[in-house]
């Protein structure tokens, strides 16, 4: 199926450890996003890249890094995990958000 | 920052019901967006809106973008239990210097008693 496609689905940590999340879409799209969300807190923009080549800070980009490796992958690296940052993290891409979001399944994160 | 509000933040319905809700803003959006979250799942674009006023239905639901583009509704008539999960609006506008952003609201958890 066409679409957004993030791994892992779950990954356990222990704090202090790095890991990068990899997302993949494969609708040409120009702009992806990392979000987070935690319960009550709805979905929090981390960081965003409106097209290849760039990368900006979004709401809660603290503790993260991005790379936008080429117009189809967009990856998410914690280099010291944190336990705050036990969380759902959600990948999206669009066109324009004019038309909104296509988003991934998410990778459900646990640092312990 | 942008703020959506949503509302209300859960509710718990009798099979059967008509559910209702709704999203505000102080800020004027050129598009307004209904996502569904399943357990387990990314949100999924259940409806959009890009003109003031507009109405639109989707099976048993219909969503409307406020006239003064600052607010909108969805309503789902005759719930099933597939129906349950987090319902995110989002709101779409053009920011000075950082190009269109989509604003998303907290989100309306819907359960439904069987």
């Known amino acids: 199926n066409a679409g957004v496609t993030q791994t892992p689905k779950f990954q356990v940590l222990k704090t202090g450890q790095s890991m990068t999340l990899q997302c993949a879409q494969d609708?040409?799209?120009?702009?992806m996003y990392w979000y987070r969300q935690d319960p009550g807190m709805g979905l929090r923009l981390i960081y965003y890249?409106?097209?290849?080549?760039?990368?900006d800070k979004g709401e809660v980009p603290n503790g993260y890094n991005v790379s936008r490796l080429n117009k189809r992958e967009f990856s998410l690296r914690l280099e010291s995990a944190a336990p705050s940052q036990t969380s759902v993290y959600f990948c999206a891409s669009s066109i324009t958000g004019f038309y909104g979001y296509t988003f991934g399944s998410g990778t459900r994160l646990t640092v312990v | 920052g942008q703020q959506l509000n949503q509302s209300p933040q859960s509710m718990f319905i009798q099979e059967g019901e008509d559910v209702s809700m709704n999203c505000t803003s102080s800020s004027i959006f050129n598009t307004w967006l209904w996502y569904k979250q399943d357990p387990g799942e990314g949100p999924v674009l259940l409806i959009a809106?890009?003109?003031?006023?507009e109405l639109t239905s989707n099976g048993r639901l219909t969503a409307q973008f406020g006239i003064t583009r600052k607010d909108s509704f969805l309503n789902i008539s005759a719930s099933i239990p597939s129906d349950v999960g987090i319902y995110f609006c989002a709101g779409h506008l053009y920011v000075y210097n950082q190009g269109g952003k989509l604003i998303f609201g907290q989100g309306t958890e819907l359960s439904v008693k069987p």
């Open positions: 890249s409106a097209s290849e080549g760039t990368t």
């Open positions: 609708m040409n799209h120009n702009s």
């Open positions: 809106l890009y003109k003031a006023g």
